[in-house]
């Protein structure tokens, strides 16, 4: 199954290249789900229909589903939330703030992505096609399984197990109800299921497509995104550069446009080498309804297949020799400078301006010392070699 997600800075039309790529694919024949993890949810919009809680059809083969995440969230969260509530009426909070602070930050665009994992599942669907949110949010999304992770594994057990040893003790001294196992188990739940979807997004049949405008400020965003996706293991398959103005003539204030947005689309092709950068042209209305998105698709990929996977390199690999192995981290516009690197234990810590990860490194590398670091050609190169002495 083919799962393509589509981003951008707000505004540069992705939702509507998403839907016109999701109806290109079903008028081929493969039966496609777009859905949203865009709080906005415009899909229903683009398409000029009107939308239910469950994957609806809106043509042959394609089908829209905007995410109930009211009945998700209760599914998910409902005991972890609950536990909460009680912490905060023993503190005095009033029902009604409280029940809103016990909702997470972001919690729609989490809950649509455990949707997704459940569409993935079923087998019903050759293709999904996921209309993101703004791209600092679907970053810091993408970032989040692998951040619950490292809690999971080093945190959790030792938190667990201290709340189960000293249960009865903490909630006299403290008055505060401590956590029962169904709570713990929802969590456990939680991260299963985010790792689930973080091992989908990540694997050899997704993508991510950037959407931009021949905007440099645009531009500057796509290129950190690239350098971002790739920091936590996403491939990059393609970019849209949408709203491109034709170069038809006319009076000197779409000149002037046309040539800014000739140099800026060099860059695009120059930041880009590599990757396919589709184009869509400015249209003088805006496309709405199933009809003018299949126009818009037609002419964006111009016969190509939408789906299509570019295959790319990996963005991590490991490479050994005799003389130990060598970490490559693919991190796009990037130089030294930029990059802070620490070890902590059998973690390779990796931070790019605000965001950060933390490598588990292998068991064979987990064993050897750092011996060097060098970022060349956008790429993070970290050599191990020899017996960690304070193993």
Known sequence: MRILLFTGKGGVGKSTVAAATAAL????????????????????????????????????????????????????????????????????VDPVAAEELTVIPGAEEVLALLELRLHALSDDWDAV??????????????????????????????????????????????????PEDDVFGAVERLHAELDQVR???????????????????????????????????????????????????????????????????????????????????????????????????????????PLDVHRSEEPLRITRSSEGAVLRLRLPFVGRGDVDLARDGDDLVVTVASYRRLLTLPAGLARRRVAGARVDGGELQVRFAGERSER
């Open 199 to 305: 091992a989908l997004l990540a694997g050899p049949d997704s993508g991510v497509r950037l959407v931009l405008t021949p905007e440099q400020v645009v531009l500057a965003e796509a290129r950190r995104s690239f350098t971002t996706l790739s920091l936590f293991g996403y491939r990059v398959d393609g970019v849209v550069a949408n709203r491109v103005f034709p170069d038809t003539g006319g009076d000197a204030w779409r000149a002037g446009w046309v040539r800014a947005q000739t140099e800026v689309l060099a860059e695009v092709e120059q930041s880009f080498a590599g990757i396919p950068v589709w184009r869509s042209e400015f249209r003088p209305t805006e496309p709405v309804g199933l009809a003018e998105l299949l126009d818009v698709g037609r002419a964006l990929y111009a016969g190509a297949d």
């Open 129 to 178: 096609v996921v209309d993101c949110a703004p791209t600092a949010e679907t970053l810091r999304l993408l970032a989040l399984p692998e951040a619950l992770g490292w809690y999971m594994t080093r945190v959790f057990p030792v938190e667990r197990r201290v709340v189960r040893a000293l249960k009865p003790m903490l909630s006299r001294a403290a008055g505060v109800p401590m």
């Open 25 to 92: 694919a079903a008028e081929s024949g493969r039966r496609t789900l777009v859905l949203s993890t865009d709080a906005a949810h415009s899909l229903a919009d683009a398409y000029a229909v009107s939308v239910g809680n469950e994957p609806e059809q809106v043509a042959p083969n394609l089908f829209v589903h905007q995410v109930d995440a009211q009945r998700r969230f209760e599914e998910s969260w409902a005991e972890i939330q609950g536990y909460l509530l009680s912490v905060l009426e023993v503190a005095g």
